[in-house]
């Protein structure tokens, strides 16, 4: 069993930065990969950015350039430094990882972003 839980979300203005962080804890060894998704009102949840255990890290079109996302795989914890915001990108922001077969969620974090 994994239990994921992300912080650092909140209201900030377009052009600003916020930083995500997700911790996972649990009965588990090192998790791979660790993905941030993200869903806005009305909008299907949609995969912002991923990294495996070795540092691999993929991104979508809409955020490429603005966010960066990195882990300790000591910690097993994953963060999500997001620049340039902009209003597109309010949301709620879920961390994500499968483990051992199964998917696993956090609650998720509200990131609003005012124009």
């Known amino acids: 069993q994994v239990q994921l839980v992300e912080s650092g979300g909140g209201l900030v203005q377009a052009g600003g930065s916020l930083k995500l962080s997700c911790g996972a804890s649990g009965r588990i060894f090192t998790i791979n990969p660790m993905n941030w998704y993200r869903q806005a009102p009305g909008n299907e949840r949609e995969l912002v950015a991923g990294?495996?255990?070795?540092?691999?890290?993929n991104y979508a079109d809409s955020v490429k350039g603005r966010f960066t996302i990195s882990r300790d795989n000591a910690k097993n914890a994953a963060y999500l430094e997001m620049n340039s915001l902009k209003p597109e990108d309010t949301a709620v922001y879920y961390c994500?990882?499968?483990?051992?077969?199964?998917?696993?969620w956090g609650k998720g974090t509200q990131v609003t972003v005012s124009s």
């Open positions: 990294i495996t255990v070795g540092g691999t890290t």
């Open positions: 994500n990882t499968i483990y051992l077969g199964a998917t696993y």
